[in-house]
């Protein structure tokens, strides 16, 4: 189920930025700061050593939280 809703969020975000990159196309910024900070925000998004950090994470407060209801502590 959770795949499926990162899925839908994902596919919602690719068609949103289809516009963006549609205007960017024929009206290029003199700059250049908006593209980067839109690279930036994927990158920081798509960092798969930032989801491996979170699911390792998250795989250690399952550990932590089955071995508490075990030993009776934290049952209330």
Same mark, same amino acid.
């Given at each position: 189920?959770?795949?499926?809703?990162?899925?839908?969020?994902?596919?919602?975000?690719?068609?949103?930025?289809?516009?963006?990159?549609?205007?960017?196309?024929?009206?290029?910024?003199?700059?250049?700061?908006?593209?980067?900070?839109?690279?930036? *925000?994927?990158?920081?998004?798509?960092?798969?050593?930032?989801?491996?950090?979170?699911?390792? *994470?998250?795989?250690?407060?399952? *550990?932590?939280?089955?071995?508490?209801?075990?030993?009776?502590?934290?049952?209330?």
């Amino acid at each position: 189920m959770e795949w499926l809703i990162a899925a839908a969020v994902f596919g919602l975000l690719m068609l949103a930025l289809i516009p963006v990159l549609r205007t960017i196309k024929n009206n290029p910024p003199k700059g250049g700061g908006f593209a980067m900070a839109l690279f930036m *925000i994927f990158a920081s998004v798509l960092d798969p050593a930032k989801a491996a950090a979170v699911e390792q *994470i998250d795989r250690r407060k399952d *550990i932590e939280g089955s071995e508490e209801g075990e030993s009776g502590a934290g049952l209330d």
